[in-house]
């Protein structure tokens, strides 16, 4: 049985502890929630990277509408910890992508992200409608999205916190953004795996996993840590697996 990112990592950065169990929160009121089995070696990961312990927790559950929900803490020694979340949609209903990563160092959160990501060609309605009321804090620094981020939506909040409150606003706003997730959800309908709406929204998904793939810096740290086979393996199978083929 995979065990908690809270059980597992103790003397998290407090966002980091926080929107874990912020998020395990939300996800436990999802309908039809069951956990998916995950390999020991991908459950719990331990390696070295510059003299240093890095240890990867994982949780990976599914529900009604949704093919994946996954939730990852990394920490590696004393200083680097890495929140990460990531809530798949199944095709065939109309819902967003979920997503939300936290980097904390010795010197605090050098950045933080949370959007709910188009899997078709644009969000839903509703979804729009619901986040246009969530009051968005004036963050006082920015951060620019990389190259790819073309598959982010118009709602996404990259920033570098400035202090505890605006660690705190953030926080909050994940939790905003989780709240609207969790009402698509609960409203959602299944189509026909054959409704051009299904699979415009699977090849956006296919998209969403292959832009991600393109931070060479996540695999260049897992094929130091491990080996570029295991990296592949992570990356592909766990951190941004294709959604399997519509039937």
């Given at each position: 049985m995979q065990s908690s990112v809270s059980d597992s990592c103790e003397g998290l950065h407090p966002l980091v502890k926080a929107l874990s169990?912020?998020?395990?929160?939300?996800?436990g009121e999802l309908p039809e929630l069951r956990l998916l089995p995950l390999a020991a070696d991908l459950e719990q990961v331990q390696g070295r990277l510059d003299g240093?312990?890095?240890?990867?927790?994982?949780?990976?559950?599914?529900?009604?509408?949704?093919?994946?929900?996954?939730?990852?803490?990394a920490r590696l020694g004393?200083?680097?910890?890495?929140?990460?979340?990531?809530?798949?949609?199944?095709?065939?209903?109309?819902?967003?992508?979920?997503?939300?990563?936290?980097?904390?160092?010795?010197a605090g959160?050098?950045?933080?992200?949370?959007?709910?990501?188009?899997?078709?060609?644009n969000l839903p309605a509703p979804v729009v409608s619901a986040l246009q009321?969530?009051?968005?804090?004036?963050?006082?620094?920015?951060?620019?999205?990389?190259?790819?981020?073309?598959?982010f939506s118009s709602f996404v909040r990259f920033i570098r916190p400035d202090g505890a409150d605006e660690e705190e606003l953030f926080r909050q706003l994940v939790m905003d953004y989780l709240a609207v997730m969790r009402e698509?959800?609960?409203?959602?309908?299944l189509d026909s795996p054959e409704a051009t709406s299904t699979i415009r929204r699977h090849e956006g998904q296919l998209n969403y996993c292959l832009q991600q793939k393109r931070n060479d810096k996540t695999r260049r740290v897992l094929e130091k840590a491990f080996d570029p086979t295991w990296a592949d393996r992570y990356i592909e199978q766990l951190l941004f697996d294709d959604p399997p083929p519509l039937r």
């Open positions: 169990e912020g998020i395990r929160s939300a996800r240093e312990r890095l240890f990867i927790a994982n949780e990976v559950h599914q529900c009604r509408g949704l093919r994946k929900l996954h939730l990852e803490v004393n200083g680097l910890q890495i929140l990460h979340c990531v809530w798949f949609p199944d095709p065939r209903f109309d819902l967003p992508i979920f997503g939300a990563d936290v980097v904390a160092g010795p959160i050098s950045a933080a992200i949370v959007d709910l990501s188009p899997a078709g060609e009321t969530v009051p968005v804090p004036g963050f006082r620094q920015v951060r620019q999205l990389p190259g790819w981020g073309t598959i698509a959800v609960a409203g959602a309908s």
